[in-house]
């Protein structure tokens, strides 16, 4: 196509360009250079695999193996686009089974970055050393003959500033990180991994025999009780793993791990196979959690479908579909949980709260009620679970004007409190209710004089992530001004502190999970409001007494009270329902007595 002066309009990118955008599409950020480094490092048959990073990887990236390594031709020859020891033909394409085969990786990384890449073969003399800057061969050296692959990967972006200005903070691209080599180890458990970050030691993943044994390498332990095994298979497939006992579900979707053929990958015809292999064992409101290792015959599954590999095909995706919803159907009826089907729900109804927080429990006291309301019963604790004790257990009162006259008739299977309001009559959900009453009480501090701390008698050590423990690292300040005193304890730990003012008992793992969970989102947030609201339902909610508790009359009567002064909002912060009414006229016409 020619333009009116008669030159052409089309022409041919030059080749750095072309390999720029290439990387673009492969490398969108740290991870995505630790994650292509450490699959190749899984290639080439590597038992050990230690990954060092500086300043979120925008310092440095170190990928270290004890693989086959490569000679001197090979070496150079691997940066070149789509040069690759995995393929010869297209036919191959249907049977992938590397981690990586379409000869991007190494080019992709060399054109935004500065590399050094030492390498030498078991049976080499010498090895070879390769110095490149925007993917040009600077230097070609010899280097000792240590069997494997090491490359440094430094001033990644340097050539792309427009791509560098979306690279995130330090914390929050070392969180990436971790995500990879933490997937990188669930998928391969027999392989030793180390990660460093600024020379500290962060994730250290000595190989095991099981699937099972590294989950709990990488999720606390806890996590991996909860959990019952899945395991099934059928011609051509089968899947493996552990998913969580509904009894134990929360609000939460960490993890949801899926790796088919040890490629990490989301997938949503699995992850609804999952969602409906639970069916009426998850309560409203809850997520499943599972690590689940899916082996399919290579020819079956398409893997060349996205440029980082992160999604897949099947050939059969509704013959999957089966074999994971039966699985996880079979998996959960021969859980614990599954005494009786019909009895799962009034179980979880009475063992945890309500909108899909964690249990009330630990050594036995009284919960926090608002000044002059009647105190809750006193509770045991519960076997393996904690509970926060407060220093000081007083709390501001606000004023409350009852509209109504309120009188308690009962409470119906300990969850429902059935009062009289007014003329109405009123069945109400006493855990929505109160977290009602709470959140309207924190975002009034929240707006007016900011939240008031208050400090633990003891406090409470949780154990986090590396991902979870960067989120918090970043995040740790804002937190703090809603109440929340944190400490640093250990590599991965934190200790609480304090709390909001004003809060019961909380568990202080579930409420830390429910928190980081929430401020996982702040980056998509479009503003502080938005930001802080979620946060303040999580607290609420882990505040509010628990459906399950008993209640007395007087207590009752008070709970209602403050939900009316709190304008009788009809939803919980999360949206659940709190109340269902019938005015005495509706009564009289349901017996009849109209017109009587």
């Given at each position: 196509?020619?333009?009116?002066?008669?030159?052409?309009?089309?022409?041919?990118?030059?080749?750095?360009?072309?390999?720029?955008?290439?990387?673009?599409?492969?490398?969108?950020?740290?991870?995505?250079?630790?994650?292509?480094l450490v699959e190749n490092s899984l290639d080439a048959g590597s038992r050990s695999i230690v990954v060092d990073v500086k300043d979120g990887g925008l310092g440095l990236i170190r990928v270290t193996d004890d693989g086959e390594g490569m000679n001197r031709s090979d070496a150079v020859r691997a940066f070149e686009r789509h040069a690759t020891s995995k393929l010869r033909s297209d036919e191959d394409l249907w049977s992938i089974r590397t981690m990586g085969f379409r000869?991007?990786?190494l080019p992709s990384i060399g054109a935004v970055s500065k590399v050094r890449l030492t390498t030498s073969t078991r049976e080499a003399s010498v090895g070879t050393e390769l110095h490149l800057t925007a993917g040009s061969i600077k230097k070609t050296?010899?280097?000792?003959?240590?069997a494997g692959t090491r490359i440094d990967v430094t001033e990644l972006f340097f050539n792309q500033p427009a791509r560098k200005k979306f690279v995130k903070s330090i914390p929050t691209e070392f969180s990436h990180i971790t995500r990879a080599v933490q997937q990188a180890a669930l998928a391969w458990p027999a392989v030793h991994l180390r990660l460093t970050h600024?020379?500290?030691?962060?994730?250290?993943?000595?190989?095991?025999?099981?699937?099972?044994?590294?989950?709990?390498?990488?999720?606390?332990?806890?996590?991996?009780?909860?959990?019952?095994?899945?395991?099934?298979?059928?011609?051509?497939?089968?899947?493996?793993?552990?998913?969580?006992?509904?009894?134990?579900?929360t609000s939460s979707r960490v993890p949801q791990d899926l790796f088919v053929n040890r490629r990490p990958v989301r997938q949503a015809a699995v992850f609804h196979a999952v969602a409906e292999g639970y069916g009426a064992f998850l309560p409203k409101g809850r997520h499943p959690r599972f690590v689940l290792f899916l082996d399919i015959d290579p020819d079956r599954v398409d893997v060349n479908v996205h440029p980082t590999k992160r999604e897949i095909r099947f050939a059969d995706s509704e013959s999957i579909h089966q074999l994971v919803?039966?699985?996880?159907?079979?998996?959960?009826?021969?859980?614990?949980?599954?005494?009786?089907?019909?009895g799962i729900l009034a179980r979880r109804e009475e063992s945890v709260p309500d909108a899909g927080r964690a249990r009330s429990s630990g050594d036995a006291m009284i919960q926090v009620q608002p000044t002059g309301m009647a105190p809750m019963r006193v509770t045991g604790p519960r076997e393996?679970?904690?509970?926060?004790?407060?220093?000081?257990?007083?709390?501001?009162?606000?004023?409350?004007?009852?509209?109504?006259?309120?009188?308690?008739?009962?409470?119906?299977?300990?969850?429902?409190?059935?009062?009289?309001?007014?003329?109405?009559?009123?069945?109400?959900?006493?855990?929505?209710?109160?977290?009602?009453?709470?959140?309207?009480r924190l975002v009034r501090a929240w707006t007016t004089r900011g939240i008031q701390a208050q400090p633990l008698l003891i406090p409470e050590p949780v154990e986090l992530s590396p991902p979870q423990a960067a989120l918090l690292e970043r995040y740790r300040g804002d937190l703090e001004k809603l109440g929340l005193e944190?400490?640093?304890?250990?590599a991965s730990a934190v200790l609480i502190r304090s709390v909001p003012h004003g809060l019961?008992?909380?568990d202080a793992r579930a409420l830390l999970q429910d928190l980081l969970d929430d401020v996982g989102q702040w980056e998509q947030a479009p503003d502080l409001d938005r930001k802080v609201r979620p946060v303040l339902a999580s607290l609420a909610c882990h505040g509010a007494v628990r459906a399950g508790r008993e209640m007395e009359l007087p207590e009752i009567t008070r709970l209602v009270e403050d939900w009316l002064a709190e304008g009788a909002v009809t939803t919980c912060p999360h949206g659940r329902r709190t109340s269902f009414r019938l005015s005495a006229d509706e009564l009289e016409k349901m017996f009849g007595r109209t017109g009587w």
């Open positions: 196509m020619l333009t009116a002066d008669g030159h052409a309009k089309i022409h041919v990118l030059s080749g750095d360009v072309v390999g720029r955008i290439a990387a673009g599409e492969v490398i969108e950020r740290p991870a995505a250079v630790v994650k292509e000869g991007e990786a050296l010899d280097a000792a003959p240590v600024n020379g500290q030691e962060i994730l250290h993943y000595p190989a095991v025999a099981s699937d099972r044994d590294r989950i709990a390498q990488v999720y606390p332990r806890t996590f991996v009780d909860q959990c019952v095994t899945v395991e099934s298979a059928q011609p051509g497939a089968r899947v493996g793993g552990v998913t969580l006992d509904p009894v134990q579900a919803r039966r699985a996880v159907r079979q998996a959960l009826g021969g859980s614990k949980s599954d005494h009786a089907v019909s393996g679970e904690a509970q926060l004790a407060f220093a000081s257990e007083a709390t501001e009162p606000y004023v409350r004007v009852p509209a109504r006259e309120v009188v308690a008739l009962g409470q119906l299977n300990r969850t429902f409190l059935i009062v009289q309001v007014g003329g109405d009559l009123a069945v109400i959900d006493q855990h929505t209710a109160h977290e009602r009453v709470l959140f309207e944190l400490e640093s304890f250990g019961g008992s909380l």
